[in-house]
């Protein structure tokens, strides 16, 4: 009848049921105040035919309830009074059972009860057993509920439990376990079948009242958690056994899911450890379409904070073998629950490596067993689709990540690759990023070829295309993030011996080279470099190895080199190949490779001349060809011949300038060509002055007296002033103003660095001039009246000043030069 | 007014009163108006005696043809109003006759009355005990005085008292087992027992149990039959499952009851049943009735 009204009605019936409840009780005060237990009674007993409602829902009814009940304890307070009623408890409690209507009735038997039990004219335990018998008159649901949950809500102080007033005989912790189970049970049967009244139409409803009732059930389990002298052995011999043989008799989704939750919440965490195998098999037995797995995983979750909260239980849980039983019961569950989704299993299974990480941590084999049966579980489905079950198997995955910081112990663990494949291209990589982000944190270096050969096949997501993978839907941000990470994680793999070493190169290098045009760029510098550590590593302890040895795995590092950079050319990426090219050559060069060092010039040249296009590339790369050329010493004069017969040879091919002025540069570290074919293919004339004088440093290096060619630094510093002064020409010419003089004065820093280096062709009169005329063209700006300082100028002006005082060796060079 | 109603009034005032009137226990009796007044009760086989008073009003005189005083067990039927049946009749003349000319005591005793009936006040018979004053006078009429008394008898506890067990139902609809733990209970007893339900297949709403009183009067074609349901106490709210068993208690001291009467002097019969009626929410009634025997246990012997 309920269930066809509207809520208005429910408002109205709810406000007369209160009006009811006031009248009465107005009354029942009168009553009271006139100490006259009969109309008391009679009152009393109106007032609670109230609650004798159908029409409202639980909700509604509580509220009524709430009013009702406080208005007993008014009551309790008078019954408590013998001299205000002139009865004896144990009269009045029989007089309130002439009580015609069962449900008023049994309200006040259980407030006198309480009263009765309170003046302990009686054992609490018989008092309580009466009262739980008696309320099974009332076999409505919700006003069962109710009156069951009042008498739990006025028995809880009175139990006869150890070390309350009201504690009885040996027995008496299990008359109060007694007591509270029996009106446990009823409650949970009395709730359970809230679902089989009503038609199937408003079934939604019901489950929506029935979840706001559960907590009147569950407070029973509450009490028993509470009840003092409760011992383990009470526990699992009487109190568990019976309330779960309730909970799988009760055959109701809602009240076997709420109630384990509610066992497990409110037991210890010891208790629920030595009666693992108990819980656990009732977890089997559980309606199929109960949410097994949420209730397991909170089970796990709390076995795992009580291992980690102290050290010393867990032998506990090695004597029971838990792991071992909550294996079997998962494996259990996930083969009887056929309907379960992948995700549930997945979350069983996460739970579980949980557990066994806080609680086992020193057992591998564990956490493999559990990969493995996740392995099996995922074979047994189609691909996985489902986003959270994804979400749960890279939680999986984590796990061991994050417990064991090392991740040379996940790379142990057989089943962690197969769990991964079964993760679609999106997640493996996102799990990549995890073990990777997980090495970086930890700072854990993965030393041998094996784990590294692993490694990547873990993380083969982020190093080469997988099949079916949709490149135009990557983000390019992401790409590049998962790429710098790679890019990372290739610093992370060393290794002290340099064979090792040598294997793992060869290893990530086999698998970068798959990695296709797009992930090149970014995994073949850190390769490289970190090739480059190993020679320069070789190197050092050179003599340590059998010299044949060391060179020839030099040569090969170098060959491996060449290879990987070459790859880039078909990106194509021709600066960064440049840059690569460069590093190797100055490596070679360390090691006296002189051949060697040869040919990755020759590489960077050959990029050079057909590949970098951009003037701003070009200067860039004139300039980095420059720097490393200087700090070359590599090029023995011995080699001279050869060098300049195979330069001839290439000239036919390469007529233009690098390839010629190198080779012809190396073998006698003289500059037998002139740099103006080299710079005059710079655009614009900025650049092609800033390259000469750049050059200028190929003639004069400090530390190899042989290297000082005084004369051709002054002719390139002349070619890039003559440069500098058609710019400004050209400038002048367009805009009718000379332009800044920043040129001159670059020129003029050259000029002072070489003067200081001790060049005998600069000299200051040299100096002098370039000033004066620096000044005439700041002048020479027509229009411009105020002489316009230019920073740089004043203060390489103020440089020279500052030497000029000082003194001293410096001073006495600087003596000539007039400011 | 005072001279007419002298006039009319009765020439002297009777009264009667028990020797140990002030303790005898009083209880109290309906009468036919309604009112509720307090008579003095006894048991059979006591010996009722007392004392007379009759007094003539402001100095009349009293000519009579001599005083009696009868003790009556009269059953009234209803149907039959003012017909009274003696049972019981004894006689005492208490005087001569002469004439009393002021207050004058006369003392009485019925020793040993046997007094096998109780009181008793149905809906279509009652039986009560009476004493009657008769001042027998020759014209002018007699002038009587009566005066109820109450009548209990105790018995002790049966030797036999079975329990009421009994399974009932309706195919396929409804099985119940109920036992009562006993089929005779004194007047303060309380009913103990159990209903349990072994198949439910209606949607039951409520469960009372009901105390009838089922008096019948006459013999033979004129028998007539009334039934009272003396109390309706409720046993159990809303719908129980299978293998629900719902506790039944109920105290018989709230309800006016009197013992089974069989047969009584061959015009009438109480009797007591229980009622077990269970209600669907269409309001249909299924129920079973049980004959329980009730019986006045001797007070000494309770608690």
Known sequence: MRTLAGVEDEEKWLAEGIAGIQHNAFFMHRALDANNLREVLKYSALMLSELRTSKLSPQKYYDLYMRAFDQLRQLEIFFKDETRHGLPVVDLYELVQHAGNILPRMYLLCTVGSVYIKSKQAPSKDVLKDLVEMCRGVQHPIRGLFLRSYLAQVSRDKLPEIGSDYEGDANTVMDAVEFVLQNFTEMNKLWVRIQHQGPGTVREKQEKERNELRDLVGKNLHVLGQIEGVDLEMYKETVLPRVLEQVVNCKDNLAQYYLMECIIQVFPDEYHLQTLETLLTACTQLMPTVDTKIVLTQLMDRLSNYAASSPDVLHEFLQVEAFAKLSNAIGKVIDTQLEMPIVGAMTLFVSLLTFTLRVHPDRLDYVDQVLGACVVKLSSVPKLEDARAMKQVVALLSAPLEKYSDIVTALTLSNYPRVMDHLDDGTNKVMAMLIIQSIMKNDSCISTADKVEVLFELIKGLIKDLDGTNVEELDEEDFQEEQNSVARLIHMLDNEEPEEMLKIIYVVRKHLMTGGSRRLPFTVPPLVFSAVRLVRQLEAQGGDIAGEDVRATLRKIFQILNQTIEALSSVPCPELALRLYLQCAEAASDCDLEPVAYEFFTQAFILYEEEIADSKAQVTAIHLIVGTLQRINVFGVENRDTLTHKATGVEIFFPCFPISFLLNYFPNRKLTFPFDQYSARLLKKPDQCRAVYACSHLFWVDDLEGNKDGERVLLCLRRALRIANAAQQMINATRGSSGPVTLFVEILNKYIYFFEKGNPHITPSDIQSLIELINTEMQSDNGNTTVHSDPFFTSTLRYIRVHKQKGGLMGEKYDPIKL | ?303
């Open chain 2, 1 to 303: 007014m005072n001279y007419l109603l002298g006039a009319f009034k009765p020439a002297c005032n009777i009264s009667i009163t028990f020797t140990d009137g002030k303790n005898r226990k009083q209880v109290p009796i309906k009468k036919d108006n309604g009112q509720i007044v307090m008579n003095p009760l006894f048991q059979s086989q006591e010996t009722i005696a007392g004392k007379i008073n009759i007094e003539p009003y402001q100095g009349k005189k009293v000519e009579h043809n001599g005083v009696k005083v009868e003790l009556l067990g009269q059953i009234e039927m209803y149907h039959d109003r003012g017909n009274f049946y003696d049972f019981t009749s004894l006689v005492r003349e208490i005087d001569v006759p002469g004439e009393i000319y002021e207050r004058k005591t006369y003392p009485f005793e019925f020793s040993s009355v046997e007094m096998p009936y109780e009181t008793f006040n149905g809906v279509n018979v009652r039986l009560r005990y009476v004493l009657k004053v008769t001042v027998t006078r020759g014209y002018a009429g007699s002038i009587v005085e009566y005066q109820d008394f109450v009548v209990r008898n105790y018995v002790p506890p049966p030797p036999i008292n079975n329990s009421i067990k009994m399974e009932v139902g309706i195919e396929d609809c409804l099985h119940i087992e109920f036992e009562y733990n006993k089929s005779k209970y004194h007047l303060k007893d309380v009913i103990l027992g159990k209903i349990y339900f072994l198949l439910v297949r209606i949607k039951i709403k409520n469960m009372d149990l009901e105390i009838r009183r089922r008096e019948s009067t006459g013999a033979g074609a004129n028998t007539h039959v009334e039934t009272e349901t003396l109390a309706k106490f409720e046993l159990m709210d809303g719908a129980p499952v299978r293998g629900e068993s719902i506790p039944v208690r109920v105290f018989l001291t709230p309800y006016d009851l009197t013992p089974t009467h069989h047969n009584i002097n061959n015009k009438f019969s109480v009797k007591y049943y229980l009622n077990l009626v269970l209600v669907d929410e269409e309001d249909r009634r299924y129920f079973k009735q049980q004959e329980i025997t009730l019986y006045r246990l001797k007070e000494e012997t309770l608690s």
